[in-house]
């Protein structure tokens, strides 16, 4: 295995199983009974490479093709059960384990669009879809308005990491240093983000309202 | 036809039937116009298919190919809005028809996985997402978080079928003895929950809350 | 180019600039940061397609395709924000804009299950899902109930328009003559139901909350 792809691999599993833990804790929250903590957890977790492989006719999906994988999810999803409060209390381990993830799934998404032949523009969608969707799917699910609309800087930074390593590649870099490369420009970003309160600007209109 | 086979399909349509009548009893308790009636009650009976067919690649949806359930599923819904009073004071006949769609729906998504040359697990879960994806799709369209997430006896009644149907399968028992004895088991399982008001147990986590 | 493709491309250019625009304001109105608006925006004005073509697994997707679309979705959904006050007051032209949208996506999504091989049933569904799912799915994402349920005369227009569609080819009619036919039927039914408020009869059914 070629190393970008090994360290990708690994980063993939770590980040699937912080965001089932995460999605875990979320469903605890709406006290949903145990199914619904492991399917809130599957649907986060993997929910976004689903979108964009069925968006790009991309089969079979990751899970299907792997089906181990449905059992790490819900098997992290479950111990988080018994580990709430260490979870909890783990905010900023965890916050920095969702950035690795969303750069992560967006390098991998990007290289799927590739594969598929698809415009490069279309391999940066297809890399912000694989790390937004899920979470999209499990705010949905949780009757909430996704999180992702709400001004913090984090699609943004999927599609910077996205644009940086389709530059990268243009450039002719080799890919394995692109790979670690764009990760660390975006979850430096992420993090930078998360520190220093960045945020998207917002349109807030409530003229509909005052009436 | 073979027997097990007719079995299954006059099961699907009694239970597509009176998913469609109970979707549609929800419907009107958010005052949908008519048109919502039906959208509900074929996103309810047919989504739940519809969405293992785009998840495991298989092509066409059971509905486009016999558009006829569209009119059946719709005849329903309309058919529920002069007797809802008696649809709704028919609450265990009811129960206990969508139990039957819940287990039904269950074994012939798991044929479709097999069908597909699908993992087992992932057969189960094909089985599962039939018999409970249509009743999650209802609940985001009504704007509820799904009930099936709620502490009842639902999903986990689907996978045990599946399961059951897959060890059988193992055995090398005779199909259509197969289906009817783990419908049989499914049923029985599902119906003794609703008597028992059995449980899933619940993650409840509300530290957030507290604070 | 035919002369009643070009005027379906163009009428689809028009009517999914003008969706883009009011799912902006939809998403101002929820104060959703700029990446909220514009995903919004490609949501309720792509969504519709790619729901249909994912159903009918027609590949690639409108806008995976053409991705300049989601340039232009994206441009008109920013050029919104600052022109909101504008937009909103231009309610009328952008309802007849709507309307438009409706009845030419209804005809672009018939020909599409036309050229799928799908039964007439099929493309008339078809023709409905593009016109309609778009606003579905911006209405879940805002966590409303879907709109379209809710009385107006709306999906029905799309299925009138697609039925007259169907009924034209049937008799032989030239079909450019039918696409523009069709277009102008439904828009004047949408537009009579604007004026006249007609609505769908609703199933209201409260017995549940009398209890």
């Not at 006290?31 to 991309?58: E, S």
């Not at 059992?71 to 969702?98: Q, S």
């Amino acid at each position: 295995m070629r190393e970008d792809i090994a360290v990708l691999t690994i980063a993939f599993y770590i980040a699937i199983t912080a965001e089932a833990m995460t999605a875990a804790l979320a469903a605890g929250r709406r006290k949903m009974d145990w199914f619904g903590v492991c399917l809130l957890a599957c649907v986060t977790a993997l929910g976004g490479g689903t979108i964009r492989d069925i968006l790009l006719d991309h089969y079979p999906l990751v899970w299907v093709e792997n089906p181990y994988l449905l059992l790490l999810v819900c098997g992290a999803a479950m111990l988080t059960i018994p580990l709430a409060r260490l979870v909890d209390r783990l905010k900023w381990p965890f916050l920095l384990l969702d950035a690795l993830g969303l750069v992560v799934f967006t390098v991998i998404g990007c290289n799927i669009g590739i594969e598929a032949g698809a415009h490069p523009m279309i391999s940066i969608v297809a890399g912000m879809i694989t790390g937004i969707a899920g979470g999209i799917l499990r705010d949905v699910l949780c009757n909430d308005i996704p999180l992702v609309f709400q001004g913090e800087l984090y699609a943004t930074v999927s599609i910077i990491t996205g644009a940086v390593y389709f530059l990268g590649l243009g450039w002719g870099l080799p890919v394995d240093l692109l790979v670690i490369g764009s990760i660390a420009i975006g979850f430096t970003l992420r993090v930078l983000a998360l520190v220093f309160k960045w945020e998207m600007p917002r349109f807030v209109y409530d003229r509909e309202m005052r009436k």
